[in-house]
């Protein structure tokens, strides 16, 4: 088996330098271990072009250098099918450096056994998470790096730029040609607005970007930071404009800008539109002014203001006013200003939603025309005020379970708009599950009903209502206890019973998988699932008249001779013998004696006759061998059940052997190597040492 990740790691800034990557992988199963032929190997893969969906044996990109080993356990080896719960941490460091240092942000990597080869078992692997798991166990690249050395700022004067010509070197232009996709770069300047205006832009349509400029100090003689006037296609990003005076970036009269990333304080006003539209507004630190955070006023229409943080203003976080009207504010946090959001003077239509309102002396005011929420299930705004309970969910807030939204409307005061949908946590919001399934595996005989645990576990922030469904793939009657759990946010479980009824007819070693699948009832694209299996045994043997081997592999409290033949008479019709390892001798079983578990019994009885006993066969089984003759039974046989798997270390016919009895008249088969065992059949088993088996 191999398996194939990715990562994108193109967040790392150009220029910096990796000091340390290791890829984390989670395995949660693991089938017929053997040291250094399970283990995992970690190799290079530097064709970046396969595609998840696409990707398979035929088309698989070559892999190249090794790079780690992944030691799976410290013993030798692990007959059977095994889940388990590793973490495994492994240095690709001079990989993903090299990769990085060459321009490649994609790092594909290849997992894949040691002896891919070794039996040609299929079924010998382990099994790791993917990225479709639970978010605590996908495969995670760790990244450490040292950011590069910031660009050196160098001084230069206010800059003045009035029309397209005047986009030059000696005002600032270090880079560009005024088109779209090459824009005119004004970059890396200290510009000390004591006594003029820091930037100012003015009557151009070129494109156009300030980046990475600190413009300071205007405020003593009431100078902006930066200033457009009568403008469009600007931006300003990863710029520090502090204590500038009037408003420290100003549009007047400029359409269709970007201002993004910027720390804007200590100012009499922080970012200022006046009849400005069609701008956006993201990303931005706007604090600590002495007036307003964001405003907009006189006509700024369709204006996107979102995910800026506007935090301890004097006066307003946003203002609007004078007509400013289908602005979308959105992801904003607004915090410890005296008001959060006020709205004043025919300003209307505007939607606030997703905004975090936290702790203002004022949360806001509206008198006007405006929306304070995104409809049912995007909601409206976080209030730190906010009282209401989540008992319910859906539109109207009516059916049981909760969704992560208010079941009252927040009252907005100045008018009679209200926050329909008010979110219990700051935004975002995650909504996000896990499911598990305990125990994985269980093993039951025709008619029996076996019950998992089925927890449901919520990884998001707020609360919510989980639809359960479970599927298979052999029909099965399956039922869960509940099909719809409310869980509490952040890791918060509730859990449900799933029973499984194996059928009457099924046929001893059906496997039935069952899967069941949570999907949140706000957001149906929110879901997870997880699979439990289900093992149908024989528990019925057939005896023929005459000497039969066998083992009763699923043994009842209440399985005696007497109970298991009930009409017939011991010693006349039937009797049982068992052999005492490893150099007996043969044992009558009593009469009103339970019989042995793991044990192979002859059975000696005049007539065809078949026997029912009345336990659950395990999921799993140890049985502990003794050097020499063993008489037992493998209660546990699935697709993996063969003698060179129950002993992988030894060599057949050299260090053990096993026989069954052909019934009723022999001879004794010698048990071919690589073939699955005879269910509810007795072994003779010859071992030259002590020796324990798990089954399967």
């Not at 539109?273 to 006189?298: C, F, Q």
């Not at 007819?505 to 949570?518: E, F, S």
Request: proline content about 5%; overall charge negative.
């Amino acid at each position: 088996m191999r398996g194939f990740l990715k990562f994108d790691i193109s967040g790392i800034p150009a220029g910096a330098t990796i000091t340390g990557a290791k890829l984390r992988l989670h395995c949660y199963y693991i089938t017929d271990y053997i040291k250094n032929v399970s283990d995992v190997q970690i190799r290079q893969v530097m064709d970046d072009s396969w595609v998840e969906t696409t990707i398979n044996w035929g088309n698989q990109p070559s892999y190249g250098s090794f790079l780690s080993n992944i030691i799976l356990l410290d013993n030798d080896s692990w007959a059977g099918s095994h889940p388990i719960d590793n973490w495994y941490e492994n240095d690709v460091t001079s990989f993903v450096q090299s990769q990085f240092d060459n321009g490649d942000t994609t790092i594909s990597l290849i997992i894949r056994c040691m002896q891919e080869y070794y039996d040609n078992l299929s079924y010998r692997g382990s099994y790791f998470n993917s990225k479709e798991a639970a978010l605590e166990n996908r495969p995670t690249l760790i990244v450490t790096y040292e950011p590069p050395l910031e660009n050196a700022l160098t001084s230069h004067a206010p800059i003045y730029i009035n029309g397209n010509d005047n986009f030059i070197p000696a005002n600032g232009v270090v880079a560009g040609n005024g088109m779209e996709n090459n824009p005119y770069i004004i970059e890396n300047w200290d510009i000390n607005a004591e006594n003029a205006i820091g930037i100012w832009i003015g009557n151009t349509t070129a494109h156009f970007a300030i980046r990475n400029c600190y413009v300071h100090d205007g405020g003593a003689n009431q100078h902006s930071g930066i200033l457009f006037d009568n403008l469009i296609n600007g931006v300003v990003e990863n710029s520090n404009c502090p204590n500038n005076g009037s408003d420290v970036i100003l549009l007047f009269s400029s359409d269709n800008n970007l201002i993004e990333n910027n720390i804007v304080e200590n100012g009499p006003g922080g970012i200022y539109l006046y009849n400005s539209s069609n701008n956006h507004i993201s990303g931005n630190n706007v604090s600590n002014n002495y007036n307003g955070g964001i405003n907009l006023a006189s006509g700024s229409d369709n204006n996107i203001i979102s995910n800026n943080i506007v935090e301890n203003n004097t006066n307003y976080g946003i203002y609007l006013y004078w007509d400013s009207n289908y602005n979308l504010i959105s992801g904003n946090t607004l915090k410890n200003n005296y008001y959060g959001i006020y709205l004043y003077d025919s300003s209307n239509y505007n939607l606030f939603c997703h905004n975090n309102i936290i702790n203002n002396t004022n949360q806001t005011t509206d008198s006007g025309t405006n929306y304070w929420d995104n409809g049912y299930p995007s909601g409206g705004n976080y209030w730190s005020n906010y009282t209401g309970v989540d008992n319910y969910r859906g539109e109207n807030q009516n059916i049981p379970g909760g969704d992560g939204i208010g079941d009252n409307r927040y009252n907005i005061p100045g008018g009679s708009n209200q926050d329909r949908y008010p979110l219990m946590a700051p935004w975002p919001l995650i909504r996000s599950v896990s499911v598990s399934i305990s125990p994985s595996l269980q093993c039951g005989a025709n008619g029996a009903t076996l019950t998992y645990t089925v927890t449901v576990s919520n990884t998001g922030n707020v609360s919510d209502t989980y639809a359960l469904e479970n599927t298979d793939n052999d029909g099965w009657v399956k039922l869960l206890t509940n099909t719809s759990l409310v869980v509490a946010p952040f890791s918060s479980d509730n859990t449900t019973t799933l029973s499984v009824t194996i059928p009457s007819g099924a046929v001893g070693g059906t496997i039935d998988n069952i899967m069941v699948t949570a999907t949140s009832q706000t957001d149906n694209t929110v879901k997870d699932n997880n699979t439990c299996t289900a093992l149908a045994v024989a528990a019925k043997v057939k005896l023929i008249a005459g000497w039969n081997l066998v083992g009763f592999t699923a043994v009842g409290d209440n399985d005696t001779p007497s109970n298991l033949f009930p009409d017939l008479t011991y010693l006349d019709n039937f009797k049982l013998i068992y052999w005492n390892a490893p150099h007996g001798p043969y044992i009558t079983q009593p009469l009103g004696q339970v019989l042995l578990d793991n044990t192979g019994y002859w059975v000696w009885i005049d007539q065809d006759y078949t026997v029912a006993t009345s336990g659950t066969r395990p999921a799993s089984r140890t049985e502990n061998m003794k050097a020499g003759w063993n008489l037992v039974c493998f209660p546990v046989v699935t697709s993996s059940t063969t003698s060179s798997n129950l002993f992988p270390d030894l060599t057949y016919l050299d260090n053990f052997k096993l026989i069954y009895w052909n019934a009723p008249h022999g001879p004794y088969i010698t048990q071919p190597l690589g073939q699955v065992l005879k269910d509810n059949t007795g072994y003779w088993v010859w071992i030259d040492r002590n020796y324990t088996v798990t089954c399967p």
